[in-house]
């Protein structure tokens, strides 16, 4: 059974900064990649970023210079830093590992607002 557990999120203002993690629990063999999502009401689930296990990142042009995604391979965890936030950021974020499947996290609220 593979579970994801995160945490960091909250309510910043505009030009604030946020970092989620995310840690994997279960019996992982092999992890190919992992990821941030976010979700709106009303708007499909959409890729933040993701890193593979060796260290290859691509970011969604929205986050890009603002976000910083980043593992640590041996506990299991990615981490999302998110710097200058937005009004527009406003979403839950979800994590996702991609192992023999892809599995999800609970999600976090990250709210900004003034």
């Known amino acids: 059974q593979v579970q994801l557990v995160e945490s960091g999120g909250g309510l910043v203002q505009p030009g604030g900064s946020l970092r989620l993690s995310c840690a994997v629990y279960g019996s992982i063999f092999g992890i190919n990649a992992m990821g941030w999502y976010r979700q709106v009401p009303g708007k499909q689930r959409e890729l933040v970023a993701d890193?593979?296990?060796?260290?290859?990142?691509h970011y969604a042009n929205s986050v890009k210079g603002r976000f910083t995604i980043s593992r640590d391979n041996a506990k299991n965890t990615v981490y999302l830093q998110m710097d200058s936030l937005k009004p527009e950021d406003t979403a839950v974020y979800y994590c996702?590992?991609?192992?023999?499947?892809?599995?999800w996290g609970q999600g976090t609220q990250v709210t900004v607002s003034s």
């Open positions: 996702a590992v991609d192992t023999d499947g892809v599995y």
């Open positions: 890193i593979t296990t060796v260290g290859y990142i």
